[in-house]
């Protein structure tokens, strides 16, 4: 039973390039979040999606980053022109359903050059 | 959302048991209160969830008093291995409402548990 899968698990980007982060939810589940760690601090959500709908994209920023969770495949969050302050730590988690308990992938580390 | 306070880190031995515990005074109704552990490098792992009284599973327990504006996490005859940064979140459970599903992370407890 496999848990929730997130790749790659490292990632360096240059200032200006694209990132695209995927997450697999974990089997049964169609509920994925997105959060974000800096070192030292705790998650800070992103963005709340179910299969083909953003539901809550209250932590996301305005201007460069974007995320889906199409119908088939993993979840992906795209962060445009990336900068050095988008270095952090990615985590997807996923839920049975809304508001039950969400459970955490490994995370992809974000490095920009 | 409600804010949670706990300790930024406490110290621990071998074989001893810890207790954790975290403030929440303004908890609403719906809401439950979850601690996840986390380890560097790795994310967050689920621990344990309650509503009130008491939760036991085979990791840990949680104890919730009446008033539910507080929890304690409890790891009995913990372990080097127990070394993470601990989370208490207060969220909404159960039935989807709206903003009820994002998780807020404080700072965490760090705890270091020593030979």
């Known amino acids: 039973n496999a848990g929730v899968m997130q790749n790659p698990r490292h990632l360096v980007r240059r200032r200006g390039q694209e990132a695209r982060l995927r997450c697999s939810p974990m089997?049964?589940?169609?509920?994925v979040y997105w959060y974000r760690q800096l070192p030292e601090e705790g998650l800070k959500f992103m963005v709340y999606l179910q299969k083909e709908n953003i539901i809550d994209e209250s932590g996301m920023p305005k201007e460069r980053f974007s995320a889906e969770f199409p119908k088939e495949g993993p979840s992906i969050l795209r962060i445009q022109q990336v900068v050095r302050g988008d270095s952090a730590a990615y985590f997807c988690?996923?839920?049975?359903?809304?508001?039950?308990?969400?459970?955490f992938g490994p995370g992809t580390r974000l490095l920009v050059l | 959302l409600a804010k949670t306070t706990q300790p930024i880190s406490m110290d621990s031995y071998e074989g001893q048991e810890v207790n954790i515990t975290c403030s929440h005074n303004n908890i609403a109704t719906n809401d439950y209160i979850t601690w996840y552990q986390q380890f560097p490098s790795q994310g967050p792992r689920f621990i344990i969830q309650?509503?009130?009284t008491k939760v036991t599973n085979e990791v840990a327990s949680l104890f919730i008093p009446a008033d539910r504006k507080s929890s304690t996490l409890s790891l009995p005859r913990v372990s080097l291995s127990d070394t993470a940064v601990y989370y208490c979140l207060v969220a909404l459970g159960g039935i989807l409402t709206g903003g009820g599903n994002k998780l807020t992370f404080g700072t965490g407890t760090q705890l270091k548990v020593e030979l």
């Open positions: 988690a996923s839920s049975l359903a809304g508001g039950e308990t969400q459970y």
């Open positions: 089997k049964g589940h169609s509920h």
């Open positions: 309650g509503y009130k």
